[in-house]
């Protein structure tokens, strides 16, 4: 998994190194924000059994986060 979880972080983008570049920064905060979930229930990754989630679930727990800094588990209706 560590692998995945270091693929997924090349693919994130950093912060600029010069944040008094006006416009870098702003290119940046253009680019975090494209996306963005609009609704809260975008933020939610149902998780089958939260003690263990499988690969898929952490992917999306992590990718999730790395965007928004939050997400929210839930267990699906059984």
């Known amino acids: 998994m560590e692998n995945k979880n270091q693929s997924l972080d090349n693919k994130i983008m950093t912060l600029p190194s010069d944040l008094y570049n006006n416009d870098a920064y702003l290119r940046w905060w253009e680019e975090k924000l494209t996306g963005y979930p609009a ?22 727990l992590y990718k999730l986060y790395r965007k928004t800094l939050c997400n929210l588990v839930e267990r699906p209706a059984h």
């Open 39 to 60: 609704d809260i229930n975008e933020l939610i990754v149902e998780v089958e059994e939260p003690n263990a989630p499988n690969e898929q679930e952490i992917e999306a």
